[in-house]
């Protein structure tokens, strides 16, 4: 089993920043990768981002690329998620998530086994 915890979230002024926090416990080590996720009311889940085992390989959707950056510290076993230059249409829950995947699948809901209970991030205009 794997926990999930995030943290971070909160409401700010467009072109504000926020850093999301995913801190796992548990049995990590069959997972490869861990990933964000959000939802906004009446649209479905989205990937924003993933990060692979040793960071070196990074994935972001193209509505955030430039903006966000996902990084992790191995010792701390937490990902985070750094969003700069935020915009009203990033309001949303944030969830991460973490599974085995591979590149080409890394923004696919399947491919992630355990889920966080996720945090709000308002991005007011």
């Known amino acids: 089993q794997v926990q999930l915890v995030e943290s971070g979230g909160g409401s700010v002024q467009a072109g504000g920043s926020l850093r999301l926090s995913c801190a796992a416990s548990?049995?990590?080590?069959?997972?490869?990768?861990v990933g964000w996720f959000r939802e906004a009311p009446g649209k479905e889940r989205e990937g924003v981002a993933a990060i692979f085992t040793g960071g070196v390989s990074r994935y972001y959707a193209d509505s955030v690329k430039g903006r966000f950056t996902i990084s992790q510290d191995s010792a701390k076993n937490t990902v985070y998620l750094q969003m700069d230059a935020l915009k009203p249409e990033d309001s949303a829950m944030y969830y991460c998530a973490t599974g085995w995947a591979v590149p080409r699948t890394w923004n696919r809901r399947y491919v992630y086994d355990y889920w966080g209970q996720g945090t709000q991030v308002t991005v007011s205009s």
């Open positions: 548990g049995n990590t080590d069959k997972n490869n990768c």
